[in-house]
């Protein structure tokens, strides 16, 4: 059985750090390219960052670049979002997404496009 569960969120103060964790089970992670997105309350779920399936091209929304970085490491079958400076417009539920393809392409500009499997998501806090 497919399963993506998303972990690590939390409540953090503004600068500082959190990494989240998807950790997948039931299909071969190695084949698919996976994202990061986020639904923040009354918003619609927006691309966060996505990672090829072997890792070599990662993909960023403008507000995160330079901020956040995402990984994988396939032996382990679970994909990271390094998150630092965080500030309070990145309070969201972050999700993690399996797309059906190897390939990111357009997934971060339109989340609509290319998820296949959604996980349940991890609620990721930033106050002052």
């Known amino acids: 059985q497919l399963q993506v569960v998303e972990s690590g969120g939390g409540l953090v103060q503004p600068g500082g750090s959190l990494t989240l964790s998807c950790t997948t089970s039931g299909f071969t992670v190695d084949y698919h390219a996976i994202g990061w997105f986020r639904q923040a309350p009354g918003k619609e779920r927006e691309g966060v960052s996505c990672i090829t399936s072997t890792g070599r091209e990662a993909h960023y929304a403008d507000n995160v670049e330079g901020r956040f970085t995402i990984s994988r490491d396939n032996a382990k079958k679970t994909i990271y979002l390094q998150m630092n400076s965080l500030r309070p417009e990145d309070t969201a539920v972050y999700f993690c997404?399996?797309?059906?393809?190897?390939?990111?392409?357009?997934?971060?500009?339109?989340?609509?496009?290319?998820?296949?499997?959604w996980g349940k998501g991890t609620l990721v806090a930033v106050y002052s």
């Open positions: 997404g399996v797309l059906g393809g190897t390939l990111c392409f357009s997934v971060v500009e339109d989340p609509s496009r290319g998820v296949d499997y």
